[in-house]
């Protein structure tokens, strides 16, 4: 009995080494996806009292500023230049993701309302989210970047504006 219980301990203790270093990272993300998220939901009611459907234009065009993009793309590069030498670089990475990856969905919402593309396409990606966020939130995030660098939904709308 006292070897199984030993096994358990190490077990135990292996998974708590490979975590320790990723739960900054994680809790930043988490942190950040808390307090968006709530903001989100505050900014919907509010228009749902004042600006029926102004919501949805608003997330459409959500976009983060040069300051958040230039900070990502120097921290993303330090992270992957210095790698284990800068645990720090490495914790920034996770909230700085997740505003990413707000942008990366408002830039999905964006190009589904534009092109006229089925919400199913929408409920497949918030899917992929729940079911595979490992694979989903970096594409997201990695959208979310492109879009900030190059200004995408200001080149697929060319000169005309977004209308609902």
């Known amino acids: 009995m006292q070897s199984a219980d030993a096994a358990v301990v190490a077990q135990l203790e292996l998974m708590l080494d490979a975590w320790a270093p990723r739960m900054t990272r994680i809790f ?20 749902m009292l004042d600006n029926p459907g102004g919501f949805g234009r608003e997330f459409r065009r959500l976009r983060l500023g040069t300051s958040a993009m230039g900070a990502s793309v120097v921290v993303g590069i330090a992270s992957w230049t210095i790698g284990a030498d800068s645990q720090f670089a490495s914790d920034l990475m996770g909230p700085l993701s997740a505003m990413l990856a707000f942008q990366g969905l408002a830039v999905m919402h964006f190009f589904a309302h534009a092109r006229k593309i089925s919400a199913a396409w929408l409920v497949a990606m918030y899917g992929l989210l729940v079911v595979l966020p490992h694979l989903a939130l970096p594409f997201l995030a990695i959208n979310g970047l492109v879009d900030g660098l190059t200004n995408l939904r200001a080149r697929a709308a060319g000169n005309e504006s977004e209308e609902d």
């Open 28 to 47: 930043g993300a988490v942190s950040v996806v808390g307090l968006v998220g709530t903001l989100l939901i505050a900014r919907y009611w509010h228009a």
